[in-house]
């Protein structure tokens, strides 16, 4: 594995059994960096934290506080992730900021699975410094070759509970067995690897930057409606360590375009 980072070189795939064997070689050339999030109690957060929920998100000056365009209540306040740490080594990845938000009042209908695209109604409004994305339901902002600096405590109603720290841990991710690269394997290689692989797809602390997905169902990369060309999988939020869940719709994965730009996000959900 000659492509890892420094913060990964000390990492190690498990021992194959013979009959993947014949894989060895495909798996060790997509093995990816990645990070977990892993959710810390922490007495305090600091300036370059990535952390969820309380109530001091960062803010431009001036920027209100976001409301739901459907009810029109302020919305809560769930994610921020410092990206920058990760420059360098995701290369779809910017240095900047990206922030979730969610009313918990509007929550989607339709499939558990689904495109959130297809569940939602768009609306964006465009300033000098940052791009927000909003619907009946959330509002991603990504906050591009922005310092990370925290905001003044907002007490809207429906921030999620915290803050909690959360702290990156690299770990190696390999394929997913619904990844498309695994379409050529017979039915005893995949069932091997699902058994030896285990380890590498974050169940419990699906919270992660890069990698690739560990889908709770079958898994899907969407495409860029414009483009058509395939995104790249960003992050995912929803974790058994935080108790983030969204009812049926449990765990969110976040893609990006090929350009890094996160302004509006490709957005799925699945349920366990």
């Known amino acids: 594995m000659t492509n890892l980072p420094a913060t990964h070189a000390h990492l190690r795939l498990p021992e194959f059994p013979k009959v993947l064997e014949p894989r060895r070689e495909w798996l060790e050339a997509n093995v990816r960096p990645a990070w977990l999030l892993r959710a810390v109690e922490s007495q305090s ?38 990206l920058a740490p990760f420059v360098g080594v995701l290369k779809f990845v910017q240095p900047g900021t990206f922030q979730f938000w ?19 109604t768009h609306s964006k409004s465009y300033r000098a410094d940052f791009i927000s ?13 922005k310092a990370l600096s925290l905001g003044t405590a907002h007490g809207a109603e429906q921030n999620y509970s915290g803050p909690i720290l959360l702290s990156p841990e690299p770990y190696l991710s390999l394929p997913h067995p619904f990844d498309d690269g695994l379409d050529g394997w017979d039915s005893e290689e995949i069932d091997v690897y699902w058994e030896v692989s285990d380890q590498y797809w974050n169940r419990e602390t699906i919270s992660q930057v890069g990698g690739y997905p560990s889908w709770m169902q079958d898994g899907t990369t969407p495409r860029d409606p414009t483009t058509g060309e395939p995104t ?16 049926d719709t449990g765990f969110y ?15 799925l959900e699945q349920t366990t």
């Not at 952390?51 to 994610?79: D, I, K, Q, S």
């Not at 909003?134 to 070759?145: E, F, M, T």
């Not at 992050?235 to 009812?247: E, K, P, R």
Request: aromatic share 16%; hydrophobic share 35%; proline share 6%.
């Open 253 to 267: 994965y976040f893609f990006a375009s090929n350009n890094g730009d996160l302004s509006e996000p490709f957005v």
């Open 133 to 145: 994305y909003g619907s009946s339901s959330h509002l991603a902002r990504w906050y591009v070759g």
């Open 45 to 82: 957060i600091q300036e370059g934290d990535s952390f969820l929920g309380g109530n001091a998100p960062y803010l431009p000056e001036g920027e209100a506080w976001p409301t739901c365009p459907h009810c029109t209540r302020e919305m809560g306040f769930v994610m921020q992730v410092n």
């Open 102 to 120: 969610n009313c918990w009042y509007c929550l989607p209908s339709g499939d558990a699975y689904a495109d959130a695209r297809q569940l939602r």
């Open 232 to 247: 790249a999988f960003a992050l995912a939020l929803g974790t058994g360590d935080t108790g983030v869940i969204w009812g």
